[in-house]
């Protein structure tokens, strides 16, 4: 079945950065973009960015610009998100998430699969 | 940047009522709007698309509606499994920024 996994729960400090992996299967990676979205606990669903793992084309929310890199590897269908600069604010679960799209003469996008989702802990 | 907002924040409802959810895009979007369901724990879980469409799998009691700016998903004869936090999400502004509203949180009366 299609699916998305993570890799395991981190802890880093301050300043440092952290690199979440994210492996697809059960479908073609290229075919769909990746979107990484954030939740901080107790808080609401923060977009992140998106990739193109065709191109490894990227946008990023205005917010996480010049903080965030989002790349692929398409040998192994690996999404992978790299936060630098980390502060405690950045504690939260991070999840990956396939952007699917339906063609009604225009092109819907919408979150169709999750990963279970990266803990990231901030903490001198 | 579009912002989403959604009303209530919260909600209390109980088994079997019917209880519907606003959410308001700062400028039109058309039908570029989704649904999403998380329980405590989980990952969200895509429930409409494009306005109204329903996901595969997802029970016929989720409906929504709206376009432009106002949007609304409707629960019809509330389970007890439909206790959780229901998100909106935009899929309008190019380049893509798929902002959501803050959440609405249904609780059990």
């Known amino acids: 079945q299609v699916q998305l996994v993570q890799s395991g729960a981190e802890v880093k400090k301050p300043g440092a950065s952290v690199k979440v992996s994210c492996k697809a299967s059960g479908y073609t990676f290229a075919s769909y973009d990746i979107n990484w979205v954030r939740q901080a606990t107790g808080q609401g669903l923060e977009w992140m960015g998106w990739m193109n793992p065709n191109s490894g084309n990227t946008g990023y929310a205005q917010k996480f610009q010049g903080r965030v890199t989002m790349t692929r590897n398409t040998s192994i269908s690996t999404a992978y998100m790299e936060l630098s600069s980390l502060r405690s604010e950045d504690t939260a679960v991070y999840y990956c998430?396939?952007?699917?799209?339906?063609?009604?003469?225009?092109?819907?996008?919408?979150?169709?699969?999750w990963g279970k989702g990266t803990t990231v802990t901030v903490s001198s | 940047d579009i912002q989403m907002t959604q009303s209530p924040s919260s909600l209390s409802a109980s088994v079997g009522d019917r209880v519907t959810i606003t959410c308001r895009a700062s400028q039109s979007i058309s039908s570029y709007l989704n649904w999403y369901q998380q329980k405590p724990g989980k990952p969200p879980k895509l429930l409409v698309y494009?306005?109204?469409s329903l996901q595969s799998g997802v029970p016929s009691r989720f409906s929504g509606s709206g376009s432009g700016t106002d949007f609304t998903l409707t629960i019809s004869g509330l389970q007890p499994e439909d206790f959780a936090t229901y998100y909106c999400q935009q899929s309008y502004s190019t380049p893509y920024m798929y902002t959501f509203g803050q959440g609405t949180n249904l609780e059990i009366k």
């Open positions: 494009a306005a109204s």
């Open positions: 998430v396939r952007m699917y799209y339906s063609n009604y003469g225009y092109y819907y996008y919408y979150m169709d699969v």
